[in-house]
């Protein structure tokens, strides 16, 4: 059975929901955030069913949204609530996921889990977003031991923003990781556009090992 893929970040803003966009509509998958903040600004899933051109039915409901755009375990606790990482189940979907996470796999979920610990909860390969910007070297260096000591396998390092050789030389020496894809700075985003920066600027093996 073709596995899920997790897509974390190195920070906030930094693009996962771009590149899950991309990656639902060029590995042809479905979709699901498990946690949402910021829903008063528009959810991602809104914006990957547009920007992957796909139906609604494919991009699988939240187990938990919030207004406020914080933390998990902030948003939570100014519900009253604590979110439980039990109450969080994968879809019943036959077609593979790309599961986007919230913010960096250190940002809090309760009083005890990480998004880590979610991403440990479903034990799909893991692909990293990172900036090309200064600064991502030490951030995505970071989150690749990070996840490694999770004991997690990790797909590969997308690296989002105008091109930087030399840092994603340095990523790919000095974490040990391939940088298996690029994006960059797009004026439309779009189907087709997506599909077209995975054909050009994506290692297609390394991400469809998992689309076995």
């Not at 790919?172 to 556009?193: C, F, S």
Request: hydrophobic share 45%.
């Amino acid at each position: 059975m073709t596995q899920d893929l997790f897509v974390t970040a190195t920070d906030t803003g930094v693009g996962k929901t771009l590149l899950s966009a991309l990656l639902v509509a060029a590995l042809h998958r479905s979709y699901w955030k498990p946690i949402q903040t910021g829903a008063s600004e528009g959810t991602d899933r809104e914006m990957v069913v547009k920007w992957a051109g796909i139906s609604e039915d494919r991009a699988y409901p939240e187990s938990y949204v919030f207004d406020p755009p914080v933390s998990p375990h902030l948003a939570a606790e100014k519900r009253g609530i604590a979110i439980d990482l039990r109450n969080i189940r994968r879809p019943l979907s036959y077609d593979p996921l790309v599961i986007e996470g919230a913010g960096g796999v250190f940002v809090p979920i309760n009083r005890t889990a990480f998004m880590l610990d979610l991403i440990r909860h479903f034990a799909a390969p893991v692909v990293i977003a990172s900036r090309t910007a200064l600064g991502t070297i030490n951030h995505t260096l970071l989150t690749v031991s990070a996840v490694r000591n999770a004991n997690l396998e990790i797909c590969g390092v997308v690296m989002i923003g105008k091109e930087d050789r030399d840092n994603r030389r340095a990523v790919e020496r000095y974490g040990n990781v391939p940088v298996i894809g690029a994006i960059p700075w797009l004026d439309t985003i779009d189907r087709a556009t997506l599909c077209s920066v995975f054909e050009q600027h994506f290692d297609k093996t390394a991400l469809l090992k998992s689309h076995r």
